[in-house]
């Protein structure tokens, strides 16, 4: 079996950007990722897509590269199209990989698992037709697919980046619907002063604000009751928006509200985490290095708490400091001196996050649906019978799944977890925190018995070191 | 007339290669190495899948191997179709409700 100092797991900018800061410190790094080519979510397929479609996707996107080719070391090995499914302590990692399962030691664990799109459970959301703005950045980035007459629905600065690159391509989104209302934006104005320290962000927001005004996209703003009608698919989009009711035919139709910490992973290994009021979702709990209760594992980027990709590199090569360190490749002070300006940066990069976290939450009727809506999509539970069970004593998500297989379907709780963890806090009146979040267990991401059987002996002895 | 799909290619690659592949009884033709759920999209298929619960009608929604509702099965395994390339004869069927229950 492989043994190396640093495993790393996820190839977004956390995770390359720490895997050629710990090569360059001479540790041997094993990258592990999902898809077949470096990048991530946000910079997903970036060395082929900036060839093919840079102009649309835009130069924010095709800096990706820059930190692909830092996995060009020879003390990375890169594990492509490998599917984590379970980790236990060494740190050792269990994987499949072209069909077959394999497995790693290392002296040190770095988990770089990035964001999942915010659930937005709205009546509808379950259509086929109905999907993140994320998803279709993707088929952008990765195929070069764009989708015609779309509507683009819900709050934050990627649904403007989404409709701006959708123009681009030639294929305007139907309409924008936001909704953010003008007391967020007033709420937000106390944290303008460390906006206008990130001010490239908000240039960059009011300049795809503006591409999609003059390219005459529909705007609807402060839009609440929204649903999403259909039977055997998306037809249209409901909403209420300055006092009027609205309906948008389309096919098409892209959610997002916020994007939150990947957890998964890391709760698998019950990494303590706790609730984070100002971007409402669940967080590890991780020093300044990312160093988490287990002294080997490590979390690095938005899973670790929203930063957005820039701050993610950086974190990235901040945790790979401190794991050098730790490994006896860098002295106490050499770590120091190489993390002082990687963390000047970062508290730049995190400036402007409390203005648009308030400028943009999320839409409060998805974080505490009405009683009809699904929050569970795998087994199609909806929020009033996450309710019922509150009133019949369940305290925590576990129970919900005894109560009504809440969480128990295959995406193991990564759509409805925080949802339910909400709904049950707010039905028994106590916090997020006391209330909790499902138990993950491995195996984390599906695997057959034929892959396990295909490992060699040692990978599936049960020997610890 | 309405074209079979929302999703299309903004520039289709003239050099790709086409692979013989099969959904349910329809014979389709997709890039070959192309996201599968991808490739789908575009050929207009929809739904992918059945739900176990209530046969709700189910498509890709996150595109990243987290939601698990691109369900779909091919030889005989429930597998994500955008976790998935497009090879040549690939056999794809809805995952079969009682049969699999849906579980990946």
Known sequence: MREVDLIIIGAGPAGMSAAGRAAECGLSVVILDEQPAAGGQIYRDVDRASALRGDILGKDFTAGQKLTQRLDHKNITHLKGAVVWQIEDGPRVSYTQAGQGGAVYAKRLLLATGALERPMPIPGWTLPGVMTAGAAQILLKQSGIACEGAVLVGSGPLLYLIGSQMVRAGVPPLALVETQTRPNFIGSLRHLGGALRGWRYLLKGAAMLWHLRRARVPRYVAASSLAIEGKEAAQAVAFTSKGKSQRIACETVLLHHGVVPNTQTARSIDIPHQWDEEQACFAPQCDEWGRTAKSDVFIAGDGAGIGGAKAAALAGEIAALDIACDLGQLTNADRDAGARPLQARLTNERAARPFIDSAYPPYAAALAPQDATIVCRCEEVTAGEIRRMAGLGCTGPNQTKAFGRAGMGPCQGRYCGLTVTRLLAEANGVSPDETGHYRIRPPIKPVTLGEIAAMTPQETKADSK | ?104
Do not use: Y
């Open chain 2, 1 to 104: 007339m309405k074209p079979a799909s929302s999703f299309r290619e903004l520039t289709p690659a003239p050099e790709c290669a086409l692979a013989d592949v099969r959904f349910g009884t329809r014979a389709l033709r997709l890039p070959l190495g192309e996201n599968l759920a991808a490739a789908l999209l575009v050929a207009g298929i929809m739904p992918f899948r059945r739900t176990p619960v209530s046969g709700a009608p189910r498509g890709p929604f996150c595109m990243m191997g987290a939601c698990f509702d691109c369900l779909v099965e091919i030889d005989g395994v429930t597998r994500q179709a955008c976790m998935l390339t497009v090879t040549e004869d690939m056999a794809i069927d809805m995952p079969a409700a009682g049969k699999g229950d849906g579980d990946a």
